[in-house]
T-cell receptor
C-alpha cells in the first residue's frame, strides 16, 4: 500500500529564512508524489508534482522538491520564506484510485 | 471560472437532520472524488466516480452516506441522520482518467458543522 509520512506537524521560520518541510513515502511501485498547500477554510492548491521526469521539481511561489529514491523522501523547500507562505502543507502519493495524504505540516512565518 | 466548485461552502445542521452537498468538477474531467478532512488531518478518501459509475467506496463511508453522479457531470453527497462526528470539511476533486499521475484538482470544500 502507498502512504506518506510528514515529519513535524508544525514548522516555524522567520521571514527570509529557509523553509524545509519533510515528507517520506512508501510505495511498492514508482510513485507519483505531490505537494499541496491549503489556506484556512479553502481547498487544496497544487504546489508541485513528481512524475519521474526529473528528480528536482520546481513549483509555484518559489517552492521546489527533490525526489530521493534512496531515502524514499520528497522534501519541500523554499530558499526564503514570505509571510504569505503561512499555511498548511500536505504531501500526497497517488494510489490506484485515490490519493493518500500525510497529516499535514502547519508552516508559521515570523516577521 | 473553470475550476471545481462546491456548494454550499458552509452548512450548519442539527443532529439527526439530512444534508446534501454538490460538486461541479472541471468540465472535461471524467473522474470525481470525495474526501473528508477533519481538523489537523489530511484529507481522507471517501469515494470516487468514473463518469457516472461509482467505482470505489472507503470503509469510512457508512451506510448513512450516499453519493451520486447521475449524468457523469456534477455529483452529490448526502449524509442522512447526521451525527456530531460528521462535522468536517468535505472536499471534492476531479481528474482525467488518462492522466497517468492521477493529478487531482480540488474544490474549496464544504464545511459541515453538526450541532
Amino acid at each position: 500500500a502507498q502512504s506518506v509520512t510528514q515529519l513535524g506537524s508544525h514548522v516555524s521560520v522567520s521571514e527570509g529564512a529557509l523553509v524545509l518541510l519533510r515528507c517520506n513515502y512508501s510505495s511498492s511501485v514508482p510513485p507519483y508524489l505531490f505537494w499541496y498547500v491549503q489556506y484556512p477554510n479553502q481547498g487544496l492548491q497544487l504546489l508541485l508534482k513528481y512524475t519521474s521526469a526529473a528528480t528536482l521539481v520546481k513549483g509555484i511561489n518559489g517552492f521546489e522538491a527533490e525526489f530521493k529514491k534512496s531515502e524514499t523522501s520528497f522534501h519541500l523547500t523554499k530558499p526564503s520564506a514570505h509571510m504569505s507562505d503561512a499555511a498548511e502543507y500536505f504531501c500526497a502519493v497517488s494510489a490506484i484510485n485515490d490519493m493518500r495524504f500525510g497529516a499535514g505540516t502547519r508552516l508559521t512565518v515570523k516577521p | 471560472d473553470t475550476g471545481v466548485s462546491q456548494n454550499p461552502r458552509h452548512k450548519i445542521t442539527k443532529r439527526g437532520q439530512n444534508v446534501t452537498f454538490r460538486c461541479d468538477p472541471i468540465s472535461e474531467h471524467n473522474r470525481l472524488y470525495w474526501y473528508r478532512q477533519t481538523l489537523g488531518q489530511g484529507p481522507e478518501f471517501l469515494t470516487y466516480f468514473q463518469n457516472e459509475a461509482q467505482l470505489e467506496k472507503s470503509r469510512l463511508l457508512s451506510d448513512r452516506f450516499s453519493a451520486e453522479r447521475p449524468k457523469g457531470s456534477f455529483s452529490t453527497l448526502e449524509i442522512q441522520r447526521t451525527e456530531q462526528g460528521d462535522s468536517a470539511m468535505y472536499l471534492c476533486a476531479s481528474s482525467l482518467a488518462t492522466s497517468g499521475s492521477n493529478e487531482q484538482f480540488f474544490g474549496p470544500g464544504t464545511r459541515l458543522t453538526v450541532l
